[in-house]
């Protein structure tokens, strides 16, 4: 039994010891190293192993002159990055070179000249003593690149981690960076209820002083195909770009708001930090769209709509002034801006009817400073009325809810579009009698101004007058038109809308000139007649009703 035992202890050994790991391996290859002398330079290599990072390398190369005067550089890479297939050898008058060169040409390999990192680069050269030895070199790299490969995909693999250990690998990973004297103290940490919202916080120090910067974004944010690792100069940084090219980005420079940004960018210590960090950037963007998509509210009611979209408004401080924000919860209502500042404060409104509104131009939009949520209305119809510090401007087509952070805005502008369908358009049939209020109402009395539509004889309902004045201190007018209903086309009554005004319009068939006119006792004829509405939903209830009055008095 002995003999048997011996013999299978003596297997064991023998196997064990013909395992060689990647520190053999590199140790080898450290051990090939050899001094180089050139026609006038003497060069002195060595290769470094990184005792925690076996697929880290540091080469070493001190050039001495015949002065005696000596250039120390280094190469700091990861073995795993080197492409097996461009390892070779070339030979030049100074000496034989080995290759090594970075696959698909990224600057990889951290170089250092004098003990200052100084740049990136994608190859470096090692120097061989006589064809022996560069042979030697070029077989021992080739023999140890897929252990180091082996090693490195252990340590940068991220299958298998949920979501929560990503958001922690990455905050972990996230530090310190220092590049020539000037120092990036780099904090990245999870931001309230949201574990898809993250903060980094930097403080830059140099010789002359410091700075802060701090950027807030959400993991769902961020496109996936525009995470990537840039190198630049002796600078290393992984940037993201965001989704659908908006500026999600919430950016603080020294305590003050800046304009929100478009991309995140995170500075890492070397290519393989860089590598990591990008990887799990990557792989949390599904995690965090899906997480967007969770919070997002749903209102089944208008009312409860209303409620969530009006306490999405909070008071916003800025630079020149603060703004506090009131919604109208109607589908007729009113988005009013107060602005106070020193003491003085002054109104913006808009007023508008949310069925007026179309729910796919809803946008979000980053301005600057401000997070924005804008709505046209159907067709660009200039249906919004607003008014500021109290004087009425120019009817428009657009209405802007602004708020105080981006969350506030997704949350709006996922509500909105829901909420205008729940909001039919505004409109009232009414009778002949209505349709004389409203031209009535329309007229500005403040500016002296009178409207009165009757029928033109008590006997013929089909017979309409208009008589539109105007009085004045110094001058005043008047204008009559006296028209056949049947005579006017109903399917040309048209709103119109000019600057601060609103009218409907009515136009005869075939656009003849055979409405009678009598302008401050001038007779004449006329094809189009317009009749001033008091607001834009008057205006929609008198063309409808005009148009079906209009029609009862068409002639077959």
Not at 10 to 31: E, F, H, M, N, V
Request: hydrophobic share 35%.
């Amino acid at each position: 039994m002995k003999p048997i035992l011996t013999l299978l202890t003596l297997l064991c050994s023998c196997a064990i010891w013909g395992q060689t790991t990647l520190d053999d391996l590199t140790r080898d290859l450290a051990a090939s190293m050899q001094q180089v002398h050139g026609p006038k330079d003497t060069y002195s290599q060595s290769l470094f192993p990184n005792s925690t990072k076996p697929y880290q390398l540091t080469f070493q190369r001190i050039t001495t002159n015949d002065k005696n005067k000596s250039e120390d550089e280094k190469w700091t890479f990861n073995l795993a990055d080197i492409d097996p297939k461009l390892v070779r050898i070339e030979d030049s008058k100074e000496a034989l070179r080995i290759y090594l060169r970075v696959q698909k040409g990224q600057k990889y390999i951290q170089y250092f000249k004098n003990g200052e990192l100084s740049g990136y680069a994608d190859q470096l050269i090692i120097l061989g003593n006589g064809i022996d030895n560069a042979r030697e070199v070029e077989r021992k790299v080739l023999a140890a690149i897929p252990s180091a490969v082996d090693a490195w995909n252990k340590v940068a693999d991220i299958g298998g981690r949920s979501n929560e250990q990503l958001v922690h690998r990455l905050m972990a990973l996230v530090g310190e960076v220092s590049i020539g004297n000037t120092s990036y103290r780099q904090r990245l940490e999870q931001v309230g209820d949201f574990p898809d919202r993250l903060r980094l916080t930097t403080e830059i120090s140099t010789s002359k002083g410091s700075d802060r910067e701090v950027l807030v974004w959400s993991f769902g944010d961020l496109k996936e195909s525009g995470v990537r690792l840039v190198i630049s100069g002796t600078n290393a940084a992984v940037e993201a770009n965001t989704d659908d090219g908006l500026a999600w980005v919430y950016v603080e420079r020294d305590g003050v708001q800046d304009d929100f940004s478009k991309e995140v960018s995170i500075r890492v210590a070397d290519p393989d930090q860089g590598k990591m960090v990008a990887a799990i950037l990557e792989k949390l963007i599904p995690y965090g769209k899906e997480q967007v998509k969770m919070r997002m509210p749903e209102a089944k009611t208008a009312p409860e709509a209303f409620g969530l979209v009006a306490g999405s408004m909070d008071k916003i401080a800025r630079k020149n002034g603060d703004s506090e924000f009131s919604l109208e919860k109607d589908c007729q209502s009113k988005l009013t801006e107060r602005i106070s500042s020193q003491g003085a404060s002054s109104d913006l409104v808009y007023a508008f009817h949310f069925g007026d509104l179309d729910p796919k131009s809803v946008r979000l939009n980053m301005v600057k400073d401000r997070v924005e949520v804008s709505v046209s209305t159907e067709k660009k119809n200039l249906y919004v009325w607003s008014s500021k510090a109290g004087e009425q401007q120019n009817y428009g087509n657009e209405v802007v809810f602004q708020l105080a952070d981006v969350e506030k805005g997704r949350q709006v502008v996922h509500l909105l579009p829901a909420l205008i369908e729940q909001c039919p358009e505004a409109q009232n049939l009414g009778t002949f009698s209505d349709v004389q209020n409203w031209v009535s109402k329309g007229a500005k009395s403040e500016g002296g101004e009178a409207q009165s539509l009757d029928y033109a004889s008590d006997s013929e309902v089909c017979k309409w007058k208009l008589i539109q004045s105007v009085t004045g201190d110094k001058k005043s007018s008047e204008s009559t038109y006296e028209f056949n209903a049947y005579d006017i086309d109903p399917d040309q009554v048209k709103i119109i809308v000019s600057r601060k005004s609103v009218a409907v319009q009515l136009q005869t068939l075939k656009k003849e000139n055979i409405i009678s006119t009598i302008i401050n006792e001038k007779p004449g004829y006329t094809s189009t007649i317009q009749l001033e509405a008091a607001d834009v939903i008057a205006a929609k209830s008198l063309k409808v009703s005009l148009e079906q009055l209009l029609k009862q008095c068409k002639k077959e």
